[in-house]
């Protein structure tokens, strides 16, 4: 089955700075990778996503890059806020419905 | 749109006493899925539903868990007897049916419940 890495499990950066997770997948049939935002006390929200047939997705200060020779994709956050600040995941979806998530990061913006 | 509505918040009971968790998905929504958060495991999918038929429940740790969907709009997780090791926040997602490969659809997430057995 598939199986989701997520790299850093933290990280911190100045605010205004720029902050990247990445991810790898195992599965080479998974072909919809989104990515989610968790919050203290709340469900992961969809932030950005993209298809296997896509190699980068933009949106704001959000983008995110495939990369489906090597099985990576990566979250850019570029001119962070505090309130950037959360749990990160990525995920795959392979056959059916069923997603993979990673393990998640905790970003921190420092002020 | 009111997004996924879980119920209850928080949970705190006994080991040994039944749980039930509840969840109503997104109006039009054809699939939901119950998953599982902790510390040391992440998020794990534990079933999920297509058109109120379970499709798979592969995660499902145990007989002591089970879960219903009687109707398009409402689920139903229940533990019985419930064990201290269940603790967890327990989510609840849906999704739209995929139309083809460029439809791919999100899963939209409840805000969980919180389970403290003791």
């Known amino acids: 089955g598939e199986n989701v890495e997520q790299h850093p499990s933290t990280l911190s950066v100045q605010e205004g700075d720029s902050a990247v997770i990445k991810c790898t997948y195992s599965?080479?049939?998974?072909?919809?990778f989104p990515w989610y935002k968790q919050e203290l006390g709340k469900g992961p929200q969809l932030i950005i996503d993209?298809?296997?047939?896509?190699g980068e997705k933009k949106d704001q200060r959000i983008a995110v890059t495939l990369n489906k020779t090597a099985k990576h994709f990566s979250l850019h956050i570029t001119e962070t806020q505090p309130e950037d600040s959360a749990v990160y995941f990525c995920?795959?979806?392979?056959?059916?419905?069923?997603?993979?998530f990673g393990p998640g990061t905790r970003l921190s913006v420092l002020p | 749109d009111a997004g996924v509505i879980q119920s209850p918040r928080h949970e705190v009971t006994e080991m040994g006493q039944e749980v039930t968790l509840r969840c109503k998905p997104i109006?039009?929504?054809?699939?939901l899925f119950w998953y599982r958060q902790t510390m040391m495991r992440g998020l794990e999918l534990l079933i999920y539903?297509?058109?109120?038929?379970?499709?798979?429940d592969s995660g499902m740790p145990e007989d002591r868990f089970s879960a219903k969907m009687p109707n398009a709009s409402f689920s139903t997780l229940k533990i019985q007897p419930s064990e201290p090791r269940d603790s967890a926040v327990y989510f609840c997602?849906?999704?739209?049916?995929?139309?083809?490969?460029?439809?791919?659809?999100?899963?939209?997430f409840g805000d969980g419940t919180r389970l403290s057995i003791l």
């Open positions: 995920a795959a979806r392979g056959y059916g419905q069923n997603f993979v």
């Open positions: 539903f297509n058109n109120n038929v379970p499709i798979d």
């Open positions: 997602a849906s999704s739209l049916f995929p139309a083809g490969f460029n439809s791919n659809q999100p899963q939209h």
């Open positions: 109006s039009g929504h054809d699939y």
């Open positions: 599965d080479s049939a998974s072909n919809y």
């Open positions: 993209i298809r296997s047939n896509v």
